[in-house]
């Protein structure tokens, strides 16, 4: 199991989201699975443009920069932390 922390500029603006997926892990970042998917997996923007020839930021059809900032792996136990103390939504 992975967990993803996005990065999203918005503006002057800078804040953080997760999100995580069961299916997915580590080794597999970067080899099947890449940035805009992920992306695309959260915000479901089929607008999404790469930014400035960068091609780990992601324009969204908001004017949005997204990007990913880390990609862990993650146990059942540490994610339901995280849910706990409402870092992350169930």
């Not at 699975?33 to 324009?59: A, P, Q, S």
């Not at 136990?77 to 409402?86: E, R, T, Y």
């Amino acid at each position: 199991m992975i967990f993803v922390n996005f990065v999203i500029l918005d503006g002057n603006s800078q804040h953080e989201e997760y999100a995580w997926w069961k299916s997915i892990v580590k080794k597999d970042y970067d080899k099947t699975i890449d940035d805009k998917f992920l992306i695309y997996e959260v915000y479901g923007d089929d607008e999404l443009e790469m930014f400035e020839n960068d091609d780990t930021r992601y324009e969204d059809s908001d004017g949005r920069l997204i990007h990913v900032g880390s990609v862990e792996d993650i146990s059942q136990k540490d994610l339901n932390v995280l849910i706990k103390f409402g870092v992350v939504p169930r």
